[in-house]
């Protein structure tokens, strides 16, 4: 409730006051281009807190989803996050991805009640394996409750890797996304999420036509 009223609050101060008040002209931001999107984004989410079985497990899950949206908003449209968001972001991705490749190779994933982990192994019931006719093994968790989860920050990882060798062509942050590059295409393969995998495979031919545009 607490996100959610704060979530609330940064919408109105920063979107319908001015529009309610009709104050100067101004520069347009994301939810003045897009502001039926938006409308029509809070109706559903609305409804399906309405419809949904457990209310309070729907407006905690949507207080999250409010959070996320908010702080990708602010990293937007910050210049302090414009220059610095990708290299944290990918640092604690990087951490991450080398914690999955451990526990692929080890064949367990160690509790703990700091980090929130469950220990798993490959012979654990209700474990997420691969399996094959010679035998089984435990995918990747991470630092997630299951290996899609981390399949999906693992493109993150890439897609955000991409852009900084992109961007930057020499100093420590290009090295920083060179050296991430295959640590979180390892970490990716272990998670055998094929939906991840199929996500990669788009965006790199994403990228390799936008090189391609480039170059004519």
Not at 1 to 23: D, E, H, N, R, S
Not at 89 to 107: E, K, M, P, R, V
Not at 197 to 210: E, G, P, R, Y
Request: aromatic share 14%.
């Amino acid at each position: 409730l607490v996100a959610v009223t704060a979530v609330l609050i940064f919408t109105y101060k920063k979107w319908l006051f001015p529009v309610l008040t009709k104050g100067n002209k101004k520069e347009n931001t994301f939810l003045d281009n897009h502001r039926l999107l938006v409308i029509l984004s809070l109706l559903f989410l609305g409804t399906n807190v309405y419809l949904a079985h457990n209310h309070w497990l729907a407006i905690q899950t949507l207080g999250f989803w409010l959070i996320a949206l908010l702080v990708f908003y602010c990293i937007k449209n910050s210049q302090l996050f414009k220059i610095n968001w990708k290299i944290f972001f990918l640092s604690s991705l990087l951490l991450t991805a080398c914690l999955s490749i451990g526990q692929f190779l080890t064949q367990q994933t160690v509790s703990s009640t700091f980090l929130g982990l469950t220990a798993h192994t490959a012979d654990q019931v209700g474990a997420s394996i691969i399996s094959w006719s010679q035998g089984r093994a435990l995918r990747a968790y991470g630092l997630f409750p299951h290996p899609n989860i981390l399949g999906a920050y693992m493109v993150l990882a890439i897609t955000v890797s991409l852009s900084i060798i992109r961007e930057i062509q020499s100093g420590w942050k290009f090295w920083l996304a060179l050296v991430s590059l295959p640590i979180a295409s390892t970490a990716l393969f272990y998670s055998f999420s094929r939906a991840a995998w199929l996500a990669t495979v788009i965006i790199l031919v994403f990228n390799a036509w936008q090189a391609f545009l480039k170059k004519e």
